[in-house]
């Protein structure tokens, strides 16, 4: 399982776009980008995943540069209900290792 | 409804005592997990299993013990040996092990010890 690394928090404002970027140099031929969200008190879901170049659905968009040994998550004009926990996760589908979260980045939307 | 069932949602044991919460899914997954979150802290990994009858330790299993009997079903006991059990639990799942793979997670249950 690929090493993560994100920022512990960001701080943003509502309305306004955010990234949050995380490094995984050690990440595999077969391994995907995978981001999920956590409000409190609840299970984390998933957001996003990607491959390669970028991937855009109906919440947000992934950015993996040609190398992917980063990739950005990004969340267009934010709201508060924004505010959340998100971790990224590198790995591939039949890998055997166990599913080890990191501490995510603690967003917080400010009005 | 396809998903992850845990019960309860939230559950006082008194010191010495053993529980038992309990995770469902209907989801086909052959992959089932527990973590543990503290506040304010991220997610540990318990133990997981990858199919029916085998089941490995995660990152903190001092003090838990579970069973997977079942496809569906893979039930998180928290035993006295566990010294500071305070926490919030999260049981999830996915087709097969591997974090390609998309986790779907249940509502989490709240233990606290009184």
């Known amino acids: 399982l690929a090493k993560t690394t994100q920022p512990i928090s960001m701080d943003s404002y509502e309305g306004q776009e955010v990234n949050i970027t995380c490094s995984h140099n050690n990440i595999a031929t077969n391994d995907y980008i995978t981001w999920y969200q956590q409000f409190p008190s609840q299970g984390p879901r998933f957001i996003i995943q990607g491959y390669k170049t970028k991937v855009t659905n109906e919440v947000a968009s992934l950015f993996i540069p040609a190398d992917r040994k980063s990739s950005t998550l990004s969340l267009p004009r934010v709201s508060l209900s924004d505010t959340a926990v998100y971790y990224c996760l590198v790995g591939d589908t039949r890998g055997n290792e166990k599913l080890t979260f990191g501490t995510g980045t603690r967003l917080t939307i400010i009005p | 409804d396809g998903g992850i069932t845990q019960s309860p949602k939230y559950l006082f044991r008194k010191e010495g005592q053993n529980v038992t919460l309990s995770c469902e899914q209907n989801l086909n997954h052959d992959a089932m997990y527990w973590y543990r979150q503290d506040p304010g802290q991220g997610l540990r990994l318990i133990y997981y299993?990858?199919?029916?009858?085998?089941?490995q330790k995660g990152d903190i299993a001092e003090g838990y013990s579970v069973s997977r009997e079942k496809k569906e079903s893979f039930p998180l006991t928290v035993t006295s040996a566990q010294k500071n059990p305070t926490a919030f639990y999260l049981c999830?799942?996915?087709?097969?092990?591997?974090?390609?793979?998309?986790?779907?997670f249940g509502e989490g249950s709240w233990l606290t010890v009184v």
């Open positions: 999830a799942s996915s087709i097969r092990l591997g974090s390609g793979n998309t986790i779907y």
């Open positions: 299993s990858q199919i029916v009858n085998d089941f």
